[in-house]
């Protein structure tokens, strides 16, 4: 069974701190994308990473795809309570279905 | 745009009884998925379609079934619910299929209580 592991599971953090959220396989994958997931509604995607090492921003959020594309982390510079959320990675193996994390749920209080 | 439709939003439903989820998408997308939601288990595959007129199981597909008729409508069907059955709903879709690893865009959910 393939597994994609996010940590922390949860995190509860004032506004204005920074934090990491990570996203680790024993699999490799072809791509790997980042979705953001608020109460109620669907997940929405944030951003996918193709190549190894490859690091995306997305104004204070900061994305890298490990090197052997395996891995992958989510940095969020000064958090602000409009970022809480569940935060999921997905990973998709070349020719198969689409792989989820758990999620983590951030809780970004003012 | 809309997008991704579900309905309905929330529902009650008796142990034994049938009910169908619907699905519609305006984005003339290829794939559709429907996923249920649990926690602690996160986001699960049940039943997918990479195009209209064929479908395939995903990860849960025992007690559900689809259809795909055409491309904007892929209904989900549970014959005999049970209480296990309880959980949120999501439909799906993408330009490709399961194997693209292309983004998906996902529709609002159906909160489905089964007594």
């Known amino acids: 069974t393939q597994l994609l592991e996010q940590s922390p599971q949860f995190l509860s953090i004032q506004e204005g701190e920074n934090l990491t959220v990570y996203c680790n396989s024993s699999s490799v994958f072809s791509s790997l994308q980042w979705y953001r997931q608020e109460p109620g509604e669907g997940p929405v995607l944030l951003v996918t990473v193709v190549t190894g090492g490859e690091v995306k921003k997305l104004k204070r959020l900061t994305f890298q795809f490990g ?3 395996k891995d992958s982390s989510l940095h969020i ?3 602000q309570p ?3 959320g569940l935060y999921l990675c997905a990973g998709a193996v070349r020719n198969r279905k689409l792989i989820w994390g758990l999620g983590t749920s951030l809780a970004v209080n003012p | 745009t809309a997008g991704i439709t579900q309905a309905p939003t929330s529902q009650i439903l008796a142990a034994g009884r049938s009910m169908t989820l619907r699905c519609t998408q305006d984005m003339r997308h290829n794939a559709m998925y429907w996923y249920r939601q649990d926690l602690g288990l996160g986001l699960r595959l049940i039943h997918y ?4 007129g064929t ?3 995903g990860e ?3 007690g559900y079934s ?3 008729a055409n491309t904007d409508d892929f209904p989900l069907t549970l014959a005999s619910a049970v209480p296990s ?3 949120v709903y999501f439909c799906a879709s993408s330009d490709s299929g399961l194997a693209s690893g292309n983004e998906q865009f996902f529709g609002p959910g159906t909160r489905l209580t089964v007594l």
């Open chain 1, 67 to 69: 090197d052997a594309r």
């Open chain 1, 77 to 79: 510079t000064a958090a």
């Open chain 1, 82 to 84: 409009g970022d809480t």
């Open chain 2, 49 to 52: 379609s990479n195009t209209a």
């Open chain 2, 55 to 57: 479908t395939g199981k």
């Open chain 2, 60 to 62: 849960v597909p025992d």
């Open chain 2, 66 to 68: 689809v259809s795909r």
């Open chain 2, 85 to 87: 059955q309880t959980s």
